[in-house]
């Protein structure tokens, strides 16, 4: 794939492109300059300038009366991307809960492989409860198979930049590391179920959605958007947590 097709998957194609990369090549140059760079007339370079413009992509200004163009460094396309990524974040839940009333049914979300186990854990930090308080149910031997430790720090590392606590279920036979500790710090309080119990199978529930990670054997993330399954499922973590000896 070639820069043009490159950029035109964030936005960047047609007149936009042209202008943007005239403006790279000649620095900073006179808008008649860009333009005839770029194989455009000023009239439609005008306002393809001002787009590019609104984007930071490029600054417009006047000196000894004429208009020149120059290209910003071009690591504002990555924060131009980043900024977007962190205002659908925001926006996720709302979206989403608009959807699913017009929808009117439970929504089931299949991902495979160890991306999809990525995407899955990931869903779990769009939480908008208030507080926000997530119940999970982890299997700490599966969970440093599939997604492993390194994947599983930087998980935590984000729920706490997020300000979500996590009330936390987990077997002590399947604990294989002393660490993931109750701690205020973590925000993290955590209970042992009762011997007989082994839960082998990782579980979020947050908002009216579940999460389920397999192990490595089954190798898949599974999310069930529904308040019914949700709240049944709160409803058996609670239970189990009533059973639980608090850790420590």
Same mark, same amino acid.
């Given at each position: ?6 950029? =035109? ?26 333009? =005839? ?6 009239? %439609? ?17 006047? #000196? ?15 924060? @131009? ?27 089931? #979300? ?16 769009? %939480? ?62 955590? @209970? ?9 199978? %990782? ?5 009216? #959605? ?20 949700? %709240?049944?499922? #709160? ?9 639980? @000896?608090?850790?420590?």
């Amino acid at each position: 794939m070639d820069i043009a097709k490159k950029l =035109a998957t964030i936005g960047i194609t047609g007149s936009l492109y042209k202008l943007y990369t005239a403006a790279i090549e000649l620095g900073e140059a006179p808008i008649a300059d860009v333009a =005839a760079r770029a194989g455009l007339v000023r009239t %439609t370079a005008y306002d393809a300038l001002s787009r590019l413009e609104q984007e930071g992509l490029v600054v417009l200004h006047h #000196r000894h009366g004429k208009r020149y163009v120059e290209a910003q460094d071009p690591t504002v396309l990555l924060e @131009r991307l980043e900024g977007r990524r962190q205002m659908l974040d925001q926006l996720m839940p709302q979206l989403r809960s608009m959807y699913n009333r017009a929808k009117g049914k439970p929504q089931i #979300r299949f991902y495979e492989g160890i991306e999809g186990i990525r995407t899955a854990l990931r869903d779990t930090l769009t %939480t908008t409860g208030e507080p926000k308080v997530m119940h999970g149910i982890l299997s700490m031997e599966e969970l440093m198979q599939t997604p492993g430790k390194e994947e599983m720090d930087l998980y935590i590392e984000d729920r706490i930049k997020h300000g979500i606590w996590l009330n936390v279920i987990r077997s002590e036979q399947k604990d294989v590391e002393p660490i993931w500790p109750s701690s205020p710090d973590l925000m993290r309080s955590l @209970r042992y179920c009762p011997p007989h119990m082994v839960l082998s199978m %990782t579980t979020f529930i947050y908002d009216q #959605r579940v999460c389920l990670i397999s192990s490595k054997k089954e190798n898949y993330g599974l999310i069930i958007d529904s308040v019914e399954f949700a %709240t049944m499922q #709160r409803t058996l973590f609670n239970a189990i947590w009533e059973l639980s @000896r608090p850790a420590g």
